[in-house]
Structure formats: C-alpha cells, structure tokens
C-alpha cells in the first residue's frame, strides 16, 4: 500500500523544531512494508530559522525501507485575529492548496493521512477527494477548540 502523510511540522536536517513523533510513524509504517511518502508544505517565512530544507529528499526508516520527503512552499499568513478576520483562514487555505498540488504529482496513493485537524488533516480531505482515494485525520486533541478561529 502507498500511503501519503500530510504533516505540517514534519522534522527536517539541521532544525530543531519539528513534530518527532509523526516522523516515527511514518517510520513505523515504512517497516511494516507499506511505501511512504511524505507532504510537509514549508512557509517561505520559516527562513527565520535558518536555511529552508531541501524540497526533495529521502529517509532511511529502518529494515531497509526509505520515506520520500516532498517539501512544497507556501506563503503563510500566520494565525492572528485581526477584529472580524482571522488571518489562520488564509493560512489553511493556501497550505491546502500546496498540499493538494504537491499530492496530485505524486504517485497515486492508496490512502492519504492528515496529522492534526489544521492544516494537515482538512489537507488530507481535500487530497483524497481529489484523488478519489481515502483519507483519515490523526486529532489528537481531547477537545475540537482548535477548529473555532478557522472553522
């Protein structure tokens, strides 16, 4: 089975932020023989960080197995309130649309998986009912209070 992962914190080489514990997920998987790759959209703005990641790379996941990487750039518009408007919107939209693009040049998937609500897993969605294929969302959350600023 080939599975796509759309993760917004997915750790790159050389920076120290990054969600580990979805990179050992897909390392999980990758071991139990299903091929694996990953969608992680990178803002243009997290150069704050240092020098973005590469837009393409590999990953040795143990036994063997190796995660594609795709790295797409999108503009983020952070998460803010701005009186009537809430900036995060913008934010989810255009990740979305990165996400979808980078998902439809890819080798068709056979499932697509969003690690949290927003933006991966309204990503995620989106992708599948592009693509026709299913798609699942990992929550997380004990409460859906992360879904009120974006809807």
């Known amino acids: 089975m080939h599975i796509a992962f759309i993760n917004g914190g997915y750790?790159?080489?050389?920076?120290?932020?990054?969600?580990?514990?979805?990179?050992q997920f897909v390392w999980?998987?990758?071991?139990?023989?299903?091929?694996?790759?990953?969608?992680?959209?990178?803002?243009?703005?997290?150069?704050?960080?240092?020098p973005l990641p590469e837009r393409f790379s590999t990953e040795d996941a143990g036994n063997g197995r190796t995660v594609q990487i795709h790295r797409p750039r999108y503009l983020s518009c952070s998460s803010r309130r701005l009186g009537r408007l809430h900036t995060g919107r913008w934010t989810n939209a255009i990740f979305k649309h990165c996400a979808v693009r980078c998902a439809t040049t890819i080798?068709?998937?056979?499932?697509?998986?969003?690690?949290?609500?927003y933006p991966a897993g309204y990503a995620a969605v989106c992708a599948?009912?592009?693509?026709?294929v299913p798609s699942v969302?990992?929550?997380?959350?004990g409460e859906f209070w992360t879904l009120e600023p974006v809807g």
Do not use: K, W
Not at 137 to 141: D, I, K, N, S, T
């Open 11 to 23: 750790p790159a080489p050389g920076r120290a932020i990054g969600d580990p514990f979805v990179q």
């Open 28 to 50: 999980a998987i990758a071991r139990q023989g299903h091929s694996c790759t990953v969608i992680n959209p990178t803002s243009i703005l997290d150069r704050r960080y240092g």
């Open 107 to 117: 080798r068709q998937p056979d499932l697509i998986y969003g690690h949290f609500m």
């Open 128 to 132: 599948g009912q592009a693509l026709d």
């Open 137 to 141: 969302v990992g929550v997380g959350e």
